[in-house]
């Protein structure tokens, strides 16, 4: 040995040092590879990162920061002083401009010049995250080993939670599909599948939600063998929520009215039933008449509904007896019925504000025009009606109509 110049002794030490230390950072890529395969959780992953580079390769202190949408936030961190999260995001914002390995120690803003390096994490050119490392006292000759290491471990890490994070989303999607699917059976389920067309009425229906289900609800009971219930109703807001909320009043609706035949107080008790349920924060426009086929008697109760067009011979009336809206208010007041005598060859024309106005085109159809559409086509039967009068709305103001759910329910009395 001793023969061996002492240049050959200290690179022959060099090799192995360095032999000995990819080895480790072989491991621990190894070690890190696992944990993902293994799914495991974000906090575990920077858990692993933290004892790799405090413990293998001597760094004090680190902050790591991935981003979310167009911020980041810290999602690790060891050593020194924390800084304030707003402020250590806002004085990081402009290393979004760096795209390579950046010494920091010689950087204008104060808070980066108290760490040494910055290491940027891109994936497909997007700029996904990046690390702060400070108290880092390496040998000059392994430091770019090092800080290539670093930027692998990182990019390993933060690639494999985004691809967690998509996969999330897709899985959230789907499920969100089949809940979707789900519920536009369902709501197919709670509208009458079999309208009347013989008999003491002939009834037709249109429903056209504005999504795959909506949050317009139309019914019409049966409730012996001289009466029957219909109901026509709005409720605020759009998709899941709304049908959800019109599935329980449909559910409350049949309850009562099968053991209550006063309006007022089915209403009162549909009103009480909405306002627990959503605490005031949703409502419902609601329509309800009773028909009574031997005395030919309508009763009903517009709950701040589309008032519903009455035609007799060439008489038109809006049915507009009621009240206010059903779940805003805890206690319904100036709460009416109205009566009417339905003579044979009457019409009752129930729509949602859907037919008559489309905000994304802005169109408004007047109550006069809708009037006209309706005395126009009144001789139709009641499917071929409803078909014509949105064909017609439709036509004549050039719109689609198709800002929100559209529900029209029309009801000839023979």
């Known amino acids: 040995m001793s023969n061996i110049p002492t240049s050959i002794i200290n690179n022959e030490s060099e090799l192995i040092q360095l032999l000995l230390k990819r080895q480790a950072e072989l491991n621990s890529l190894l070690e890190i590879t696992q944990a993902i395969n293994k799914n495991s959780s974000s906090s575990v992953l920077f858990e692993m990162l933290g004892v790799i580079l405090n413990v293998h390769l001597k760094i004090g202190r680190v902050r790591l920061l991935i981003r979310e ?16 999260a707003k402020t250590l995001q806002q004085t990081c914002q402009a290393l979004s401009d760096y795209k390579n390995i950046t010494a920091l ?17 891109f994936h497909k050119d997007e700029f996904l995250a990046f690390v702060l490392i400070g108290d880092f006292d390496t040998g000059h000759e392994l430091l770019g080993n090092d800080l290539n290491f670093i930027e692998t ?7 494999a939670l985004e691809n967690k994070k ?28 079999e ?5 003491a009425v002939e009834v037709g229906a249109t429903y056209l939600p504005n999504q795959n289900i909506g949050g317009d609800y139309f019914d019409f009971i049966k409730l012996g063998p001289n009466e029957f219930l219909w109901c026509i109703a709005d409720a605020s807001g759009k998709g899941v929520s709304a049908a959800l909320l019109m599935a329980n009043l449909q559910a409350s609706l049949r309850a009562w009215s099968s053991v209550e035949k006063d309006l007022v107080k089915i209403i009162e008790r549909l009103n009480e039933i909405v306002v627990s349920n959503t605490n005031g924060e949703r409502f419902i426009t609601l329509f309800l008449g009773l028909y009574n086929e031997k005395t030919c008697e309508l009763r009903y109760v517009n709950a701040g509904h589309n008032p519903p067009i009455l035609i007799s011979g060439e008489k038109v009336k809006f049915l507009t ?12 007041h100036s709460l009416n019925e109205g009566i009417e005598i339905l003579s044979p060859g009457s019409l009752v024309f129930n729509y949602t504000d859907g037919l008559v106005e489309s905000a994304g085109e802005e169109v408004y159809v007047s109550d006069e025009e809708l009037v ?24 004549t103001n050039n719109a689609r109509m198709n800002s929100d759910d559209i529900t029209i329910l029309t009801i000839r009395i023979l």
Do not use: W
Not at 382 to 392: H, K, S
């Open 69 to 84: 949408s167009e911020h980041f936030y810290c999602a690790a961190r060891f050593g020194g002083e924390f800084e304030n």
């Open 105 to 121: 120690r010689a950087n204008p803003d104060a808070l980066l010049s108290q760490y040494e390096y910055f290491v940027p994490v």
């Open 153 to 159: 471990l990182i990019n390993l890490i933060v690639v």
């Open 166 to 193: 998509l996969f999330k989303e897709r899985v959230d999607r789907e499920r969100l599909q089949r809940d979707m699917e789900l519920a536009v059976e369902v709501q197919g389920m709670l509208i009458p599948r």
């Open 195 to 199: 309208l009347p067309k013989t008999g």
């Open 321 to 332: 007896e009621g009240t206010t809206v059903i779940g805003a208010f805890d206690k319904l």
């Open 372 to 395: 006209a559409h309706l005395m126009s086509s009144r001789l139709l039967s009641v499917d071929d009606l409803n078909e014509a009068i949105l064909r017609n709305i439709q036509l």
